[in-house]
């Protein structure tokens, strides 16, 4: 059988790296000896898994762009129904002031009426104390 049995040498492994080196097919077929299975689907499994990720990192991009179109169209709403409200109080507030303004002069006439009402009827009942022949039937 002339098998030699002297075992691997360095003079060897540098000859197989020189194989190597001039024919790639080999060095393909030993890596599939070495790698097993496994690692060998490995290159595919991730370029599988590169593409997915892309995938998903896209689908992510358009859905992170749809949230912030729909929080900057809510903002803008809400920007504006600030706008009205501050609006809205303000008319208030001017409508409040002259409601003041008036009930201030409304208070001042009705002082004013009463002060006369009350200095008629006074000015009525001295002129009942020294003429008591005007005082009507039935008011006294």
Do not use: C
């Not at 040498?9 to 080196?21: G, H």
């Not at 409200?85 to 208030?92: D, G, P, Q």
């Amino acid at each position: 059988m002339g098998r030699r049995d002297a075992g691997f040498t360095v003079r060897d492994f540098q000859d197989l790296l020189e194989l190597l080196r001039r024919h790639p097919e080999r060095r393909h077929q030993l890596w599939a000896l070495l790698a097993g299975e496994e690692l060998l689907r490995f290159p595919a499994e991730f370029q599988a898994f590169r593409e997915e990720t892309e995938r998903r990192f896209a689908e992510l991009r358009e859905e992170v762009a749809a949230a912030r179109a729909e929080a900057d169209r809510r903002f803008a709403e809400l920007a504006e129904a600030q706008r009205r409200t501050e609006e809205t109080v303000r008319k208030l507030v001017e409508t409040t002031q002259r409601m003041n303004q008036q009930l201030e002069h409304h208070a001042a006439d009705l002082g004013e009426l009463k002060t006369r009402r009350l200095e008629a009827f006074y000015h009525q009942r001295a002129a009942f104390a020294f003429h008591p022949e005007a005082i009507p039937e039935g008011s006294a």
